[in-house]
């Protein structure tokens, strides 16, 4: 085998982006063989990871794990670029532009929590606009949207519950988050 | 610490929009006035705001309908089956209670009636 005479260099940043979009890939596919009462309903794990990204390294960082746990899941769970890949893909935005825009609430009074519980809800914003509007026009959505509310509200919660913990166990890296 | 004043907030705030989502979308509108029908003919218009009584003939006997602020019920019939006693209270627009043995039927109405018309 000949050396590849292209090398690309590769940062601190890379490899640890990797490796966190590794970690959320991860739960992504443990998350799918959990049993859901309703399709899209989900605890939706990798956004713990996603969430501890924007706290510890910023939002950048947070969109590129996003971004890769989605391409990645999909290809591993042999969905990229079919219908729910696209729900998946307007969550994951629509969840980013909320975090880019809660970022900035004073984090005095507004912790993990509360990102979570606002990322989740526009998760399924995002989810729920792109079906309404492409798979499932009428009135479904709307009867089931507040079933889809109520488990952004309470898995959000819980995520964000976790994050806050594990941020607390690990004040070390805290250090470059504020 | 875990949860910060505004957490608490947020997920306060997202509870009432569950809440308002789940009224929206089940909440079915506030049902305001009962009409009472025997033989298919209507034979009483009421308000479900105040409570009263009202007593309707069929062919079997008296049908007692009783209307208490907010809800409305086929209190007794003479019906063998006794469903539409069974039923109970009705509370959201668009319901009824059917008493065919006794051609009595008991129907509770919003503003915007969930149904054009139906047929018993």
Not at chain 1, 143 to 161: H, Q, W
Not at chain 2, 79 to 95: D, F, H, I, M, N
């Amino acid at each position: 085998m000949t050396p590849s005479a292209i090398e690309l260099p590769v940062s601190a940043d890379d490899r640890r982006i990797a490796r966190l979009a590794a970690l959320a890939i991860g739960l992504t596919l443990a998350e799918a063989a959990l049993p859901s009462p309703i399709p899209g309903i989900k605890p939706g794990l990798a956004n713990i990871v996603i969430l501890l990204v924007l706290l510890q390294y910023g939002w950048r960082a947070a969109a590129w794990v996003s971004a890769l746990r989605l391409l990645g899941g999909g290809i591993l769970l042999g969905t990229l670029f079919a219908p729910g890949f696209w729900l998946a893909a307007a969550g994951a935005l629509t969840s980013l532009t909320v975090l880019a825009l809660a970022q900035h609430l004073p984090a005095r009074h507004f912790g993990p929590v509360s990102l979570s519980v606002l990322a989740a809800f526009g998760h399924i914003g995002g989810q729920l606009a792109l079906a309404a509007g492409w798979l499932l026009p009428g009135p479904a959505i709307d009867t089931l949207l507040p079933l889809f509310a109520a488990a952004a509200l309470v898995f959000g919660a819980v995520n964000g519950i976790v994050v806050a913990r594990l941020l607390a166990a690990h004040p070390s890296t805290m250090a470059d988050s504020e | 610490m875990i949860l910060r004043t505004g957490d608490i907030g947020v997920l306060v705030a997202g509870a009432g929009a569950v809440a308002a989502f789940a009224m929206s979308a089940w909440g079915g509108g506030a049902a305001d006035t009962v009409v009472i029908r025997a033989a298919g003919k209507v034979v009483e218009t009421a308000t479900l705001a105040r409570a009263q009584a009202f007593a309707v003939s069929g062919p079997l006997g008296t049908t007692r309908v009783e209307i208490v602020p907010g809800r409305a019920r086929v209190a007794a019939d003479p019906s063998p089956r006794q469903l539409c006693v069974k039923q109970g209270w009705l509370s959201r627009a668009g319901e009824a209670a059917l008493c065919l043995p006794n051609q009595v039927s008991v129907e509770i109405r919003g503003r915007d009636p969930a149904y054009d018309t139906l047929g018993y």
